[in-house]
């Protein structure tokens, strides 16, 4: 069973930094791209970040200046750094991940549970 899980969420004050990290597990060949999305109650899952297995990454224009991704192809982990975090950040968030479980297949989409993001004063 593939998963990838999230971590690190929490409450924040606005302005405040927080780190997310998402670990994929299981029996798999490789990563290919990974992201985070985010989702707000009755909205639509929305994408916050991305970086390819060669770390090239790209961002949502909300995240942009604020928010950095990175991955450790090593330790098969992908990170959110945020920070001046604002109360409009609120929502759950997503890890997602491009993975191939052998080297003959083709890739699939799989998604962690999510970590709540709360950013209030």
């Known amino acids: 069973q593939v998963q990838p899980v999230e971590s690190g969420g929490g409450l924040v004050q606005p302005g405040g930094s927080l780190m997310l990290s998402c670990a994929a597990s299981?029996?798999?060949?490789?990563?290919?791209?990974m992201a985070w999305y985010r989702q707000v109650p009755e909205g639509q899952r929305e994408l916050v970040a991305r970086?390819?297995?060669?770390?090239?990454?790209n961002y949502a224009d909300s995240a942009q200046g604020r928010f950095t991704i990175s991955r450790d192809n090593a330790k098969n982990t992908a990170y959110l750094q945020m920070t001046n975090l604002k109360p409009e950040d609120t929502a759950e968030y997503y890890c997602?991940?491009?993975?191939?479980?052998?080297?003959?297949?083709?890739?699939?989409?799989?998604w962690g549970p999510g970590t709540q993001v709360t950013v209030s004063s």
């Open positions: 970086i390819s297995r060669g770390s090239i990454t």
């Open positions: 997602y991940s491009k993975i191939s479980r052998s080297s003959i297949g083709s890739a699939s989409d799989y």
């Open positions: 299981g029996s798999f060949f490789r990563i290919y791209d």
